[in-house]
C-alpha cells in the first residue's frame, strides 16, 4: 500500500496513525465486543469517548471552565444561523467583517435573523487583504463581531486579533489547532470538523458561557447552544464515530507536543512553500506578505493554459487535489496538521521539476 500526498482543503488529510489506530479499534472497541459506531450514545463507553476528547481539546487549547465546549453537527455552515440566532436578540446588530467567500456566506446568512453592518470588506483587493483596523466602522453595541481568521479559499489569515467593545466571534474552521490561540479573545469559536479535527459530521463550538441563554424565541433546539450545553451535547445523537476520531487526533496533536510544536512545523512548511512561489516568475500567489495563509496556499501558473497539464502530472506523482476552488481557478495546496513537511518537500520538487520542463 502506498498512501498518495493529499492537499485537499476539506476533508482533508488525517494523521496516518490515527487511522491505523481506528482500523485496530474497528471491530472490538477495547475489549467491548464491538465497534464505538455500534454502540449507544449514552453508553459508558461512548460518554467516556467524549468526555476524554473534550478534556483533551479543553488541555490543547487551553480551554478554561469559563468555555462550554459543544460537539454539534451541520458543520460550520450552520453555525452561520445558529450564531445569529444565539446571540442577535431581537432586534440586535452584529458586525461582520467580509474577507471572503467564507464571510460571505455568514453575513447572507446572518441578515436572515437581524441587522447586518458590513463594518469592513476586502472585495475591493478580490480578497488579496485584511481591511486594516483602523478602517472598520464598527457599531456602538453590536451583539458581536464576526469574521472568518482564515479564509481558506483565498488563502487569507489573520495573525492578530482585533480589539472591539463587542464579543469576537470567529469560524476557525481552517485553522483551528494549527497554532496557539488565546481563548479568553474570543466570545464563540466554531469550527467544522474536516480540516485539522477529524472527519466531517462534527462541528465543535468553544462559547463562553455568558453568553449562552439569549437565543431568539424563533431559535430551533438544535441550534440552541443552551440546549447543547445543558446535555452535554447529547440533546440528541451525536456524530459518535466523528468523535471518536476527532479524539485520537487530539491525542495525536498532544504526542506530537501540542500546538506550540505545530505551528512551529506548520511556519516551516508554508515559508518554504511560500518561498518556492515567490522565487519563480512561473508561479504566484496574489495574497499580502502579512496576511498569507499557513494552511491554504493558493498559487496560479503565469499560464493558465498548463493547469490541466500541472493537475495530471501531480496526480501522476502522487500529489493529490491540488485543484484551486472552482470560484478562483488555479492551484491550492491545502497543509493542514497532518499533511507532513515530506510532503510539502515532494510538492516543492514537483514543482520545480515542472518549471523546467515547461518553463
Ligand atoms: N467556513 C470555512 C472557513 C470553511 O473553510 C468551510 C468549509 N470549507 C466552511 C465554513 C463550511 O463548512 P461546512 O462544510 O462544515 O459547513
Known amino acids: 500500500m502506498t498512501r498518495k500526498y493529499n492537499f485537499c482543503a476539506g476533508p482533508a488529510a488525517l494523521p496516518e496513525a490515527v487511522l491505523e489506530k481506528a482500523r485496530d479499534e474497528m471491530l472490538d472497541w477495547h475489549g467491548a465486543g464491538l465497534s464505538i459506531m455500534e454502540m449507544s450514545h449514552r453508553s459508558p463507553e461512548v460518554v467516556s469517548v467524549a468526555e476524554r476528547a473534550e478534556a483533551t481539546l479543553r488541555e490543547l487549547m487551553g480551554i478554561s471552565d469559563d468555555y462550554a465546549v459543544l460537539f454539534l453537527q451541520g458543520g460550520a455552515s450552520t453555525q452561520f444561523s445558529a450564531v445569529p440566532l444565539n446571540l442577535m436578540g431581537d432586534n440586535g446588530t452584529a458586525d461582520y467583517i467580509n474577507t471572503g467567500q467564507w464571510s460571505k456566506k455568514a453575513i447572507a446568512e446572518a441578515k436572515r435573523y437581524g441587522n447586518v453592518n458590513v463594518a469592513a ?28 481568521p482564515n479564509e481558506t479559499i483565498g488563502g487569507v489569515e489573520y495573525f492578530w486579533v482585533p480589539e472591539t467593545a463587542a464579543p469576537l466571534v470567529v469560524d476557525m474552521s481552517s485553522t483551528i489547532l494549527s497554532r496557539p490561540v488565546s481563548v479568553d479573545d474570543y466570545g464563540v469559536i466554531y469550527a467544522g470538523a474536516q480540516k485539522n479535527i477529524g472527519p466531517a459530521g462534527l462541528t465543535i463550538v468553544i462559547v463562553r458561557r455568558e453568553l449562552l441563554g439569549n437565543a431568539q424565541a424563533v431559535c430551533p433546539a438544535m441550534l440552541n447552544w443552551q440546549t447543547a450545553a445543558d446535555n452535554d451535547s447529547m440533546y440528541n445523537t451525536p456524530p459518535t464515530f466523528a468523535l471518536y476520531l476527532a479524539g485520537l487526533v487530539f491525542d495525536w496533536l498532544q504526542e506530537q507536543g501540542g500546538l506550540t510544536a505545530m505551528e512551529a512545523v506548520n511556519r516551516r512548511k508554508a515559508e518554504k512553500l511560500y518561498a518556492e512561489i515567490d522565487g519563480s516568475d512561473f508561479y504566484a500567489n496574489p495574497v499580502e506578505l502579512q496576511s498569507r495563509s499557513l494552511m491554504n496556499v493558493p498559487f496560479t501558473l503565469a499560464d493558465a493554459g498548463l493547469d490541466k497539464q500541472f493537475l495530471a502530472d501531480a496526480d501522476e506523482a502522487g500529489l493529490l487535489n491540488l485543484k484551486g476552488h472552482r470560484s478562483v481557478g488555479g492551484m491550492r495546496a491545502s497543509i493542514y496538521n497532518a499533511v507532513g513537511e515530506d510532503a510539502v518537500d515532494a510538492l516543492i520538487t514537483f514543482m520545480q521539476d515542472f518549471e523546467q520542463r515547461n518553463g
Open 121 to 148: 470588506s476586502s472585495e475591493d483587493t478580490n480578497f488579496a487583504t485584511i481591511p486594516p483596523r483602523d478602517s472598520w466602522h464598527l457599531t456602538d453595541g453590536a451583539a458581536y463581531l464576526h469574521y472568518t
